[in-house]
């Protein structure tokens, strides 16, 4: 890796005394170069050492730790063991007389309420939801949907279902009522877990009326579990709807978690497609549990009593993932259910100084947003109890990166970008402490994954951009799609026979550095030249005037297609033809002529999900006016209307 490019190295305390270098030791590995080979060459040493260092408890020894006899597709993990992860997550540290008084989890609201459990605490709240739910029916293998905000109850509600065995269905908190709707029947769903309601930038935004509406629609929901975030009064069905209080009414004393087989479901995370049906990836308790406590502990590197934020929604897999990672590894949980920039553009720096957060966790496009209000917000704000910055969603452009790096970070916390994806389950590509760090880069392949890039014919590609993919199995991986074991094949494994084919664009430097350029289905084809677009984003927000941007292919009868960017403005910018030329340049400059962008287009909003990424085939879909799919996740419906209006 070229010096220069190198802008963050770890120093001797992460060398020796960080989780993947103890790892290292206690293998008597000598290099991590050493680690990532051998656990890539044999998953089965790695992911069985990685169960003994971690100290995940298994009720029976596994027999087997990988089984490929049914095809890679349908790997299974942890063979004949049985477990609940609820167990390694929670009972682990509350039934621990030193730890079970440390503080488990730290809630704030918007409005500036605060909560802290300890796992004494959680486990109590946690054992009396579930001996309410099975006093209710809920039993192993019935779906429990979870639409909440980020509250202590959503986490007490992940674990109480698991150690039912049952399955918990999580959904974002800002669904309308035909998005619950069609989780919960595609799921058959018994049971929901909401809220009344919650605040969001000062506007109330209802729960408990959106899950009437949902569950009207799904006849298999007999019970509603009503949390009161807000205290107000809600409509309540006799027979079917209880609070919070009123199921766990009467079932003091300990609930114990119920022994799983390893391959046991735990929870189908759903994420939208290109259709209209959004897809269920179904993970489970061994795999889950095993792949991102290794994740958090190796890669962002948190350790016993340190706290771990990660801004985001149970309905993203990023809500899963840091609860699991973080109470396996007996970190304080941060949790948040507001916007972060209100009411003023600090709020979540005050929120990191306020508590000590250690681990940061956001998307590219926020540190864009919030870059955008400039230095001061962070300045005035202590931000040194931060040790690791983390990152995933989207690419990086270098400009916000350097920001995060150098602004939030000072210049002290490695950048943790990793990628992976709702059916991964985890990260295929991640770097990791004991590593120099470029800017924007993603390091290289995670622990365990042996991840490639291939050109159109299947070949490992270097120097160029092509197709992310991974050629054996993982624990974390998805076992399927729920119900559509066809459509999980062809979605996946139907390129390369035994190869998962991911769908987004990566290149792998000279340096060996790896390197994200966006989804493949977001790719631009110009006279046959293929284009990812962040590249057009990366030269357009180079620009003072762009806070954010987006670029789409749009069909030409020449061309085959030619690049149309739309572009958000810095307050202290207002439209014009100067800066429209200026920014068609700008791509110019950075791309070559062949790739001249036939319109840029000043909007006043992009369309994102909920988890912060650019929705570019809704955007593609406005310009030529076909269907853009499913939009379930669509945090803003008005960005849509913004860009037809776009000028």
């Not at 790896?514 to 989804?519: D, I, K, V």
């Not at 941007?549 to 207002?574: I, S």
């Amino acid at each position: 890796m070229p010096a220069s490019d190198v802008v963050w190295r770890p120093d001797a305390s992460l060398l020796t005394e960080s989780n993947v270098a103890r790892f290292m030791a206690a293998e008597h590995l000598s290099s991590f170069d050493e680690l990532l080979a051998r656990s890539i060459d044999e998953p089965e040493w790695f992911w069985d050492a990685v169960v003994t260092f971690l100290d995940l408890r298994f009720e029976k020894p596994y027999e087997r730790v990988l089984d490929t006899s049914d095809g890679v597709p349908w790997a299974k993990w942890f063979v004949g063991g049985q477990l609940n992860l609820a167990v390694s997550c929670l009972d682990k540290w509350a039934d621990d007389p030193l730890a079970r008084d440390d503080t488990a989890l730290v809630w704030e609201g918007e409005e500036g309420n605060v909560r802290e459990l300890t796992w004494r605490e959680l486990q109590e709240l946690t054992d009396a939801l579930a001996a309410g739910l099975a006093a209710r029916g809920v039993g192993a293998g019935d779906a429990v949907g979870l639409f909440m905000p980020m509250l202590p109850e959503t986490v007490a509600a992940l674990l109480a279902v698991a150690k039912l065995g049952a399955i918990f269905l999580p959904i974002f908190s800002g669904y309308a009522a035909d998005a619950v709707a069609i989780r919960l029947a595609d799921g058959n769903a018994v049971a929901l877990i909401t809220a009344d309601g919650f605040t969001r930038r000062g506007r109330v935004v209802p729960m408990k009326e959106t899950a009437d509406e949902a569950v009207a629609q799904v006849p298999s929901v007999h019970t509603i579990v009503v949390v009161p975030r807000l205290g107000h009064d809600v409509p309540m069905t006799d027979g079917r709807d209880v609070t919070i209080a009123e199921c766990t009414a009467g079932h003091a004393g300990r609930f114990d978690a119920v022994p799983l087989d390893s391959e046991h479901p735990l929870f189908v995370a759903y994420t939208s497609g290109t259709t209209g049906k959004p897809k269920g990836a179904v993970h489970v308790h061994g795999g889950f549990l095993v792949k991102i406590a290794e994740e958090v502990a190796f890669q962002t590197d948190l350790r016993h009593g340190e706290r771990l934020f990660w801004l985001t929604d149970i309905g993203w897999i990023m809500g899963p993932w840091e609860i699991v990672g973080t109470l396996a590894a007996g970190g304080t949980l941060m949790l948040y259910d507001g916007a972060p920039d209100y009411p003023g553009p600090d709020r979540l720096w005050a929120f990191l100084e306020r508590h000590h957060v250690n681990v940061l966790g956001v998307s590219p496009t926020l540190v864009r947003a919030l870059k955008a209000h400039g230095d001061e917000p962070v300045a005035t704000h202590d931000l040194s109890s931060l040790r690791i910055l983390a990152s995933t969603g989207e690419p990086w452009n270098e400009d916000p990166w350097r920001w995060y790096f150098e602004t939030v970070g000072g210049g002290r916390c490695p950048v943790i970008n990793i990628s992976g994806g709702t059916e991964v389950g985890a990260c295929f590509l991640s770097p990791h402490v004991v590593q120099p760090l470029s800017p924007c880069s993603l390091g290289g392949p995670a622990l365990g994954m042996a991840v490639d890039v291939f050109d159109d014919d299947g070949a490992p590609l270097r120097g160029a951009v092509g197709e992310l993919v991974c050629t054996k199995p993982w624990p974390g991986m998805t076992r399927g799609l729920w119900h559509d074991p066809e459509r999980y094949l062809e979605t996946y494994w139907s390129r390369w026979p035994g190869v998962w084919w991911h769908g987004d664009f990566a290149s792998i430097g000279a340096d060996g550095q790896w390197f994200l350029h966006g989804r493949s289905d977001d790719t631009i084809k110009v006279a046959g030249k293929r284009l990812g677009p962040a590249e057009v984003e990366t030269a357009l927000v180079a620009h003072p005037a762009v806070v954010e941007a987006a670029a789409v292919g749009v069909p030409d009868d020449v061309k085959g297609e030619v690049v149309w960017g739309f572009v958000v403005l810095a307050p202290a910018y207002e439209p014009s033809e100067t800066l429209r030329g200026e920014l068609t340049q700008l791509v110019v400059q950075h791309l070559g002529s062949s790739f001249k962008p036939a319109a840029i287009r000043f909007t006043k909003s992009l369309p994102k999900t909920r988890s912060a990424k650019v929705l570019r085939r809704a955007i593609r879909a406005v310009v030529t006016g076909n269907p853009p799919g499913d939009l379930s996740g669509l945090e803003d419906p008005n960005a849509l209307d913004a860009i037809a209006s776009a000028s």
